[in-house]
């Protein structure tokens, strides 16, 4: 115990003293928020993985399709680095560094609002992430959380406030860029932690052999509901359109979430993003390749998970129950792990919602003339707001048992994904895209989420999760754009051409 609580607090100062050390880049409002749009490759890239890779994904995501899908569950982690890291990078990076510059937007909804010349859509893109953004953070302290109960047998309510404490602090002092240092640390941490917990679960096994053989001796029916030996092992697995769907909201709906698409603002050229796609895409073969890796073995401690008063599994606690078998110092390093990647997560989250809601809310609505000075004092009180928000649902979301990680930020992804990955995409591309299309987005997107919520029983079977929901969310806005903008009104010529002349002549080389 002494050891685990050693590291801790070793870890704390580290991510402290970082946070110090860079408070004076974090000056200004674009120093705080994008780091003065002058981060390194190496830094955006693990600045853009680590976020991307969080308790969720270690706890929630692996326990959970681990379960359902065995050894299948693995393809989640390679559609992750090919098409949530590799390809977001090299097709949307440059084109989104070029444009946010030129149009002298810092976050996603400024965007929107330069780009179509449209308050509406600024504020409310900026609604839309401060009120989902939220789903999303609390699953954070619900993963963290069983690491730590099944560590140090302490109440969940103390392990997120001191989650929350160690964030507001590092964060309020050093923004952006002193996140992206720490996302380096906290990077290798978790390197070494999933390939050490990955050798840990097959040796507890007997070897990778022996583990995949007791894997496949496992009975199991396939989604159609018929019996198929050794399908848990199988190459797409029990229920290969499930998969599929999970990767269209967690890998390719990453290219809409702005937690993720800020990190192509702050890259200070864009001759280093094919570096940064390359080191992101390998930072998440390794982290989410080997989450659900180790995830897929979880059949394997059956006797030991924990089951509702139904009998059904609780998803969330079949990554700590393989977990709690280990000797104590290698707890001590799983609780490092899962304790770096919720906090680099949590930090990205609390970042954009709280310059979000002061940058385009607050700013020239709910205040008219608001200094720089101003603006800055109020991003990182929101920040603050917005942990302690999150924290309270956190808890009310833990004690009432209202939902597993994973559905939970279905939600979040799928209103977020479905409401801004098509309009960023085609806006980045096509000048016929009308701001009535990627109102009509917003709007069906969060409705369908909504619905999905309060309506569940009412959807059809296969949209009656919140993952597969958000997938259809992500697809149907593929759709709804370009229709919607061919039968509108066309946008006014000269302001897009304005907004596309960044990409020409020496301008669209920076």
Not at 322 to 346: H, K, N, Q
Not at 402 to 408: G, L, N, R, S, V
Not at 440 to 456: E, K, P, V, W
Request: hydrophobic share 55%; net charge positive.
């Amino acid at each position: 115990m002494f050891i685990k609580i050693l590291i801790l607090l070793v870890f704390a100062v580290i991510t402290i003293s970082v946070g110090m050390y860079f408070r004076k880049r974090a000056a200004s409002v674009t120093g705080f928020v994008l780091g003065g749009r002058d981060v390194g490759p190496w830094l955006s890239a693990f600045a853009y993985g680590i976020t991307y890779q969080s308790a969720v994904v270690f706890v929630g995501y692996a326990g959970q399709f681990g379960w359902k899908f065995g050894t299948a569950a693995v393809w989640i982690g390679l559609a992750t680095a090919l098409i949530g890291s590799y390809m977001p990078w090299m097709i949307l990076g440059r084109r989104t560094r070029i444009m946010t510059h030129h149009l002298k937007s810092a976050t996603m909804p400024e965007f929107f609002g330069s780009r179509f010349n449209s308050t509406p859509l600024k504020v409310g893109a900026a609604i839309i992430i401060f009120i989902f953004l939220m789903p999303y953070t609390a699953s954070l302290y619900n993963g963290l959380s069983r690491i730590f109960a099944m560590a140090f047998h302490v109440d969940f309510v103390y392990c997120i406030l001191g989650m929350a404490v160690l964030t507001a602090i590092y964060v309020v002092a050093g923004g952006y860029f002193a996140t992206a240092v720490n996302d380096v640390i906290q990077g290798f941490i978790m390197i070494f932690g999933i390939v050490a917990v990955c050798a840990a679960v097959v040796s507890d096994n007997g070897g990778l052999m022996n583990s995949l053989a007791k894997l496949a001796a496992i009975e199991e029916v396939n989604a159609y509901g018929t019996p198929a030996p050794g399908v848990l092992t199988s190459f797409f697995g029990p229920d290969p359109v499930s998969i599929l769907a999970i990767v269209i909201l967690t890998a390719f709906g990453t290219w809409g979430l702005p937690q993720m698409v800020t990190k192509f603002y702050a890259i200070k050229s864009t001759k280093d993003i094919p570096i940064s796609a390359t080191v992101s895409s390998i930072l998440a073969l390794v982290l989410a390749g080997g989450c659900y890796f180790h995830g897929s073995f979880g059949r394997l401690y059956g006797d030991v998970i924990e089951r509702n008063a139904s009998g059904a599994v609780i998803y969330d606690s079949i990554v700590p129950k393989m977990l709690e078998r280990l000797p104590d110092s290698f707890i001590g390093l799983v609780v490092l792990l899962v304790l770096a990647a919720s906090i680099s997560t949590l930090s990205a989250l609390v970042m954009i919602s709280s310059s979000t809601l002061t940058l385009d809310f607050i700013k020239g609505h709910v205040v008219k003339n608001m200094d720089e000075k101003k603006q800055l004092l109020t991003i990182r009180i929101l920040l603050v707001g917005f942990i302690i928000a999150s924290t309270i649902i956190a808890i009310v979301q833990y004690k009432q048992g209202i939902m597993f990680i994973a559905q939970f930020i279905g939600i979040s992804w799928g209103v977020m994904a479905g409401s801004f990955l098509a309009p960023f995409l085609y806006s980045l591309f096509w000048k016929r895209v009308t701001k009535y299309a990627v109102g009509c987005c917003f709007i069906f997107s969060t409705t369908i989420m909504l619905l999905n919520i309060f309506s569940r029983s009412s959807f059809p079977e296969i949209l009656q999760s919140p993952i597969n929901t958000g997938a259809f969310a992500v697809l149907s806005g593929l759709v709804i754009v370009p229709v919607v903008s061919l039968i509108t009104k066309a946008p006014d010529k000269a302001q897009v051409d304005n907004c596309f002349s960044c990409f020409e002549g020496t301008q669209g080389q920076s």
